[in-house]
C-alpha cells in the first residue's frame, strides 16, 4: 500500500509540475492563439493558429512598425499579471472559449508619430505608408489626424474597410501589447 502511495504521489507532482511549466511558459515565453474575425485577410484569416512570442510583453519592449501583435482592446482599464494568467490557453480551453477583447492587429504608429488619414491613405509623420498587404483599398470619409501618445502605439487590420482598431478604440498602452506575432 505505501508504494501505492509513493506511485501516485510520483504522477501527482509530475502532472503539477507540467501543469505550472505551461502556465510559465504560456503566460511569459510564447503562446498559441487563434485569429477571430476577417480583420486581417488577406495575411491572416478568420481562426487561423498563429503562435505568439510573450517576450515583448513580459520585459516591456515596444514592438516595431508591421509588426502583428496581440492587444488586449479593453484600454480604458489597468492590465494586471491576474489577467495574463487568466487568459493562459490551457484556461482558456478549461472554459470552452476564446477571449473577444483580443484583438490581433498590425503596428502603423509608435509613441510621438502623427498619423494621418486621408486620399484614402495612411501617412506616418507626412510620409505615406506603402502598405502591399491591405485586402483592398482602404475608404476614408473626412480627414483624420492622431499624435500617438506616449507609452502607447496605434494599430490598424490589414482589412482596413472591416477592422475595429485603434481608429475606433484608441491608442494602445504597451502594457495591453500581449505578444508579437511569430
Known sequence: MHSLFKEIWSWVRSIAAAFALTLVIGI???????VLGHSMDPTLHNDQRIYVSKLSHTFRYAPKYGDIVIIDSRVERERTLKDDVLEHPLLKFIRGSEDPNMYVKRVIGKPGDVLELKNDKVYRNGEVLEEPYLNEPMQVLGEHKWTVHEGHIFVMGDNRNH????????FIPLDHVLGIKM
Open 163 to 170: 477592422s475595429k482598431d485603434s481608429r475606433e478604440i484608441g
Open 28 to 34: 511569459f515565453v510564447f503562446q498559441p492563439t487563434h
